[in-house]
């Protein structure tokens, strides 16, 4: 069957489809009864497909992409950080980027740079400058989900 026949098969079956009203009446229900909150929750904003195609990015890298040994980031960590991710509304994305470290773990860092996570396997680490210039933050905090997001909210500009 060429182009021409199989668009001209397409569109009378559109057209039998746009003639049932059963078919239109059940569409009509389905659309109404769409929530909007629903159907929100089920699209994601910019802010989490941009760190997610960073990520995407960033697993492609093998050892040595670094030219001087480094490791491809660690599977778990990027269970890990998708787990966030996944958890995460735009809100407490927005302002951050990510970037491979040489060990195979992954620094979460603020876009003014004043703030970074480097998240490992089983911890992560945690560092904030103050306006005053004091810098304050944490060693081995155990990772969870919740504790990551946790230290995302608190360390939000």
Known sequence: MNTINL?????????????????????LRFIKSLKKD???ASVRGSV?????????DFQ??????DG???LPLNKTVVKNFKNVLAKASDDVLTG????PETNGTLLISRTDENA???????????????????VNGENHVKYS?????????????
């Open 7 to 27: 668009s001209a098969e397409i569109f009378r079956e559109l057209g039998n489809i746009a003639d049932n009203e059963s078919y239109l009446e059940k569409v």
């Open 38 to 40: 629903r159907v929100a």
């Open 48 to 56: 989490y497909t941009s760190l997610l195609e960073q990520l995407s």
């Open 60 to 65: 492609e890298y093998e050892a040595g992409w």
């Open 68 to 70: 001087f040994g480094a």
């Open 96 to 99: 951050w980027y990510l970037s």
């Open 116 to 134: 970074g996570i480097n998240l490992g396997i089983h911890e992560f680490s945690y560092f904030v400058i103050t306006d005053g210039g004091e």
């Open 145 to 157: 989900t919740r504790n990551l997001l946790e230290t995302l909210k608190k360390l939000k500009q």
